[in-house]
């Protein structure tokens, strides 16, 4: 049997799923602003408890490697490694923008997956159904406000997520748009969502060793760009 343990951390979400070679099993989240060091032990302790089972049933883990949160997702990318130390368990990098928009139950048309980047600029990418799957049509990327309004198309399902940035407003022109699903009303279970990816990526060659997770944060810090300015 294959546990697969699903971590989100991407987000203000915490989210964390537990999959079973054909089926899921349970999702935890927690919305809780800068809590997700205090919370994610806790809450992976609480998914394999309820489950009847220990760290060392785990095989598999998927994580959300952004982009998002450079704090979050660092903080479940360490988590991942410490958990995996002495193990083997096989690790399977995902879009943070994947595992939002596999969340999604609404899979009528293609969906669109959006993160506020900051800097009227915006992670997106476009997936669209595949019988149990969604099949991205698109890679990641960091675009403009504008060119993200160009890059969607009338039939489009969009779901957006701030990133906890309280100011945003690079979406308001999404507001009197049907099929659009912020996060932030329609809350969703990333941790599971990443657990499910997992199970349908068992067998492929898409596992990695858990010390070769990294961070994809697309962007660059604030300092980075401010060293290219003088540069």
């Known amino acids: 049997m294959n546990y697969i343990i ?14 079973g070679d054909n089926d899921m099993i349970l999702g935890v989240s927690r919305y809780m602003r800068n809590s997700h060091a205090e919370h994610i032990t806790r809450s992976i302790d609480f998914c394999l408890t309820s489950c009847a089972i220990t760290a060392d049933d785990i095989s598999h883990a998927a994580i959300a490697v952004g982009p998002g949160s450079f704090t979050g997702l660092r903080i479940g990318i360490s988590f991942l ?8 368990i096989k690790a399977l990098p995902v879009s943070s923008l994947q595992s939002m928009a596999f969340a999604l139950n609404d899979r009528s048309s293609p969906i669109v997956a959006a993160f506020d980047a900051r ?11 595949v019988g149990n799957a969604l099949v991205r049509t698109s890679d990641d990327a960091l675009a403009s406000v504008d060119k993200f309004k160009e890059a969607i198309d009338n039939n489009d399902i969009v779901v957006i997520d701030s990133l906890g940035y309280a100011k945003s407003s690079v979406f308001d022109f999404l507001k009197d748009r049907k099929n659009v699903f912020d996060i932030k009303q329609y809350p969703v279970q990333r941790g599971l ?7 349908l990526a068992l067998g492929s060659d898409k596992w990695i060793s858990c010390s070769g997770i990294s961070p994809r944060y697309l962007n660059k810090t604030t300092m980075e760009k401010k060293l290219d300015a003088k540069s």
């Open 193 to 199: 969502a990443c657990a499910r990816i997992g199970m």
């Open 119 to 129: 800097n009227n600029e915006v992670f997106w990418a476009r997936f669209k159904p």
């Open 6 to 19: 699903g971590i989100d951390t991407s987000s203000i979400e915490l989210g964390i799923g537990l999959a």
């Open 81 to 88: 490694k410490g958990f995996c130390f002495g193990k083997n």
